[in-house]
């Protein structure tokens, strides 16, 4: 990681990478007079480097407050529900060209010119400076693959299959997520297949260009992926399982020390975007939650210091209540916020996928017969593995699995793992609130101030210039999926 790091560091005054609100798709905005000669290892390191805003809540804290991690101290309106619509952003540590991007403008747009540099029998060989042209090709279809999941997981029908080919497709239609997510598979795949022994991408930020760690990473991906479809799917031998089996057999994470995470830098471009927020800016907006709290404090769970901090004036873990409008009104002294470890160090890695949570994956896939094994053996590899994560003992560890409502039970083991997995993906926002939406587990009550509806939402709403911009495939899209609200069901979440 150390290496991946110095590398950022290296190349993170170079990147630019700015965001707008609506399509800009194709070469138009390119000045034929001034051309310049692109660089895919720049590119690729300014696509990679907006990973942080898929992991963190760099942008919005909505996923860890609606899956109630987190509770909002001063400002609550978030934890109520108060924003329905989301620009198609990502966010970095940074500010302007550093910060927020359209993952429409930027991120995608960037990947394919990698692809084409690579392809293009006229730029093919001068890319190949950069690493093997296969290779490139293929970590630039898998990162394509990782932000069009965690795009099409927050808004659901997205604008995918014409949405890339200059101003005439500027208003494109809205895919299904059965659609986006078949094609995700597809580039996987593709990518898996077209690897070959030649050097990796220059640029990688993740991996420093290692192949068998991007071949690693996208079968953890794929494996994700295929889970996320249980209840589409749920058939032993169907799509999800088949899809599921075929990343396990090719080789997923397997142990604590391969877990993927993204790097932080001191770089204040770059840096833990927790940081920037409780100690640059001062900010103290989320606390826990009294329902995470409360629930770790009845399991007697090790990992509570690892997620928190004592309160100040008591020395206690409390958390504050979810969703309540007047939460201002308790003093930050009286509420545990985050380990400073989390929130205060910049160079704070970020979870991108964890072996806890492939565990519990594996766990599932056992329970519903996708797998052999032990669907026990793989629940109890989860638990520890997320201690082991967190720094917990081997002793306290084994305790834990102990506990009367953590201990094994055949007869509750699906709402075991999904609790179980609820706890395991704090501080990886995004996929907390994709497997709670899935799993309907842990029970959580609605915020109890709620500005907007009466229950947690399940979907971000598309960005309003949508439904004048896009009129068309905007109304399309709804008609076919639902309101465009925070609590229209995605496909998957049955």
Same mark, same amino acid.
């Given at each position: 990681?150390?290496?991946?790091?110095?590398?950022?560091?290296?190349?993170?005054?170079?990147?630019?990478l700015?965001?707008?609100?609506? !399509?800009?798709?194709?070469?138009?905005?390119?000045?034929?007079?001034?051309?310049?000669?692109?660089?895919?290892a720049?590119?690729?390191?300014?696509?990679?480097?907006?990973?942080?805003?898929?992991?963190?809540?760099?942008g919005?804290?909505?996923?860890?407050?609606?899956?109630?991690?987190?509770?909002?101290?001063?400002? %609550? *309106? /978030?934890?109520?529900?108060?924003?329905?619509?989301?620009?198609?952003?990502?966010?970095?540590?940074?500010?302007?060209?550093?910060?927020?991007?359209?993952?429409?403008?930027?991120?995608?747009?960037?990947?394919?010119?990698?692809?084409?540099?690579?392809t293009?029998?006229? %730029?093919?060989?001068?890319?190949?400076?950069?690493?093997?042209?296969?290779?490139?090709?293929?970590?630039?279809?898998?990162?394509?693959?990782?932000?069009?999941?965690?795009?099409?997981?927050?808004?659901?029908?997205?604008?995918?299959?014409?949405?890339?080919?200059?101003?005439a497709?500027?208003?494109?239609? !809205?895919?299904?997520?059965?659609?986006?997510?078949?094609?995700?598979?597809?580039?996987?795949? /593709?990518?898996?297949?077209?690897?070959?022994?030649?050097?990796?991408?220059?640029?990688?930020?993740?991996?420093?260009?290692?192949?068998? $760690?991007?071949?690693?990473?996208?079968?953890?991906?794929?494996?994700?992926?295929?889970?996320r479809?249980?209840?589409?799917?749920?058939?032993?031998?169907g799509?999800?399982?088949?899809?599921?089996?075929?990343?396990? $057999?090719?080789?997923?994470?397997?142990?604590?020390?391969?877990?993927?995470?993204?790097?932080?830098?001191?770089?204040?471009?770059?840096?833990?975007?927790?940081?920037?927020? !409780?100690?640059?800016?001062?900010?103290?907006? /989320?606390?826990?939650?009294?329902?995470?709290?409360?629930?770790?404090q009845?399991?007697?769970?090790?990992?509570?210091?690892?997620?928190?901090?004592?309160?100040?004036?008591?020395?206690?873990?409390?958390?504050?209540?979810?969703?309540?409008?007047?939460?201002?009104?308790?003093?930050?002294?009286?509420?545990?916020?985050?380990?400073d470890?989390?929130?205060?160090?910049?160079?704070?890695?970020?979870?991108?996928?964890?072996?806890?949570?492939?565990?519990?994956?594996?766990a599932?896939?056992?329970l519903?017969?996708?797998?052999?094994?032990?669907?026990?053996?793989?629940? *109890?590899?989860?638990?520890?593995?997320?201690?082991?994560?967190?720094?917990?003992?081997?002793?306290?560890?084994?305790?834990?699995?102990?506990e009367?409502?953590?201990?094994?039970?055949?007869?509750?083991?699906?709402?075991?793992?999904?609790?179980?997995?609820?706890?395991?993906?704090?501080?990886?926002?995004?996929?907390?609130?994709?497997?709670?939406?899935?799993?309907?587990?842990?029970?959580?009550?609605?915020?109890?101030?709620?500005?907007?509806?009466?229950?947690?939402?399940?979907?971000?709403?598309?960005?309003?210039?949508?439904?004048?911009?896009?009129?068309?495939?905007? /109304?399309?899209?709804?008609?076919?999926?639902?309101?465009?609200?925070?609590?229209?069901?995605?496909?998957?979440?049955?």
């Open positions: 990681m150390k290496t991946f790091k110095s590398l950022l560091a290296t190349v993170a005054a170079s990147i630019l700015v965001g707008c609100e609506s !399509y800009d798709f194709g070469d138009t905005g390119i000045d034929k007079n001034n051309p310049v000669n692109p660089i895919s720049s590119l690729l390191t300014g696509v990679q480097s907006k990973i942080v805003g898929t992991v963190s809540l760099s919005t804290a909505t996923p860890s407050l609606y899956v109630q991690h987190l509770s909002q101290t001063q400002y %609550t *309106e /978030e934890s109520r529900y108060q924003t329905i619509n989301f620009n198609w952003n990502v966010t970095g540590s940074g500010t302007g060209t550093d910060g927020t991007v359209n993952i429409y403008n930027k991120i995608f747009p960037n990947l394919l010119q990698i692809i084409d540099l690579n293009n029998p006229d %730029t093919k060989g001068n890319a190949a400076v950069f690493g093997s042209n296969n290779n490139q090709i293929a970590v630039a279809k898998i990162m394509w693959a990782y932000y069009f999941q965690w795009a099409t997981d927050r808004w659901g029908m997205l604008p995918y299959s014409n949405a890339f080919g200059g101003v497709s500027s208003k494109s239609i !809205y895919d299904s997520q059965e659609e986006i997510y078949t094609d995700l598979f597809d580039k996987i795949d /593709e990518a898996l297949a077209q690897m070959d022994g030649g050097s990796g991408p220059e640029g990688d930020i993740l991996f420093g260009g290692n192949m068998s $760690s991007w071949k690693k990473f996208a079968n953890t991906l794929k494996m994700n992926m295929a889970i479809l249980a209840k589409v799917y749920p058939s032993a031998g799509y999800a399982a088949t899809k599921f089996n075929e990343a396990m $057999s090719a080789g997923v994470i397997s142990s604590v020390s391969e877990d993927i995470m993204f790097p932080s830098i001191s770089n204040d471009a770059y840096d833990n975007p927790y940081q920037d927020d !409780y100690v640059d800016s001062g900010r103290t907006d /989320e606390c826990l939650s009294d329902v995470l709290v409360d629930r770790m009845d399991l007697n769970d090790p990992r509570l210091p690892m997620f928190g901090e004592p309160a100040a004036s008591t020395g206690t873990f409390v958390g504050l209540q979810y969703g309540w409008a007047d939460a201002g009104s308790i003093p930050n002294a009286d509420v545990s916020f985050m380990n470890d989390l929130i205060k160090n910049g160079e704070r890695d970020l979870p991108m996928f964890t072996y806890a949570q492939i565990s519990f994956n594996k599932e896939a056992a519903l017969g996708w797998i052999s094994g032990s669907a026990q053996t793989y629940y *109890e590899e989860g638990v520890i593995a997320s201690m082991k994560q967190w720094g917990v003992s081997d002793a306290d560890a084994n305790a834990y699995l102990l009367a409502d953590v201990v094994y039970n055949a007869a509750n083991a699906m709402n075991q793992i999904a609790e179980q997995k609820w706890l395991a993906l704090f501080y990886q926002p995004y996929e907390a609130w994709a497997e709670w939406r899935r799993l309907d587990y842990p029970n959580l009550t609605p915020a109890v101030d709620a500005l907007t509806g009466n229950s947690i939402p399940v979907r971000h709403a598309y960005p309003i210039a949508e439904a004048n911009q896009n009129k068309s495939n905007y /109304e399309a899209a709804v008609a076919a999926q639902g309101e465009d609200g925070l609590f229209t069901k995605l496909w998957w979440d049955k």
